[in-house]
């Protein structure tokens, strides 16, 4: 009896060992389990904080590139604007320019015209010794005045002219002396000269020249008037295209605000004509004006013409108006951009 006590005490013990020893597996499994499922969690959201990190560095990049991609596109427009003309031809034209005059006759009045040439010989001529070609070889007074009496002293932009004769020897009609000094002051001007002396042949600074008495240093620009843009007139018998100042023509010279016609907007007005004038525009059908501008005495201009109606004589003749309608900014030199033929001129004045 008392064995089986034992035995069934032992039996009973076995029991409880063997339950606790389930639960705590049970228990030590569910920890585990949770374990596991934290850790699973936790590396899912390292790996999903990983993935959106590399998407946002890679949208991040993808922005960049576009942003890079727009300022390469902006760069290389750029560049290839400003590389428009720079693979244009170019040629430098002989800066010795001279200044040519003629009469034109018209039935209410006489007009001087102008015509610019440049030599064709590579040396190059003193600003003094063209302009005192150009003035006495367009001297209209009868005795040749300047070239016969007289000795010029430049002094840029002011020229002296010592008299070394008085008298009848500077005499002069009424017409000639209107042309005389249209001549003396319209050359003078396109040679950047800005004021003119007189001297009698004691030194006096008074003197009486082609009926005008002078006693005192002479504005050029207040004496020429305010000349913007240049028209052609062809002369048949020299077979050549002159130039007339607007000025001398009425045509306008100032804008709505009685100003001075800016460069761009004198080159605007020289492209048309009132009709059934004596006169045309240097700039024909077929040659259209990109742009204009003057800037720190460089004036550019940039064009293109039909070459199926525009001859090289009309490109001649647009050039010459142009180059004498810059001499009026007193320009120091100006460029002719051609976008059709893909050349750059430039045409070196005053001073060069």
Known sequence: MENMKKISFLFASAL???????SGEETN????????????????????????????SNTETEEDSSGDAADNVDASE?????SDTAVYAGAQLNPNYFIDTHIISQPERFYLAYAIERDKEEAQTPPKQRLETSLFENDPSEQDILSSYTELTLD????????????????ATSAQSVLFYDALFGISDL?????????????????????????DTINVKDERGETRGYYAIYDKELQETLFIPGGELEEPVVNESGEPLSFPETIEKMKSVEPDTFYSTAIVEGIEI???????????????????????ADRIVFENAIQLAALDFHAW???LINDTLKEKRTYPLIGQ
């Open 191 to 215: 040679y950047g000269i800005e004021d003119i002396t007189f001297l009698s042949p004691d030194g006096e600074q008074r003197m009486t020249v082609a009926e005008r008495t002078v006693d």
């Open 290 to 312: 990109v742009s204009s501008s003057i800037t720190n005495g460089v004036a550019t201009v940039q064009y293109t013409m039909n070459q199926d109606i525009v001859t090289e």
């Open 16 to 22: 409880f060992i063997a339950g606790c020893s389930d």
């Open 156 to 171: 840029w932009p002011s020229l002296t002219i010592q008299f070394d004769q008085e008298g009848n020897d500077l005499a």
């Open 78 to 82: 750029e560049s290839e604007t400003e």
């Open 29 to 56: 499994s569910q920890t585990a389990d949770s374990s596991e499922n934290e850790a699973v969690d936790s590396q899912e959201t390292e790996d999903n904080g990983e993935d959106q990190a590399e998407s946002d």
């Open 333 to 335: 030199e100006v460029r």
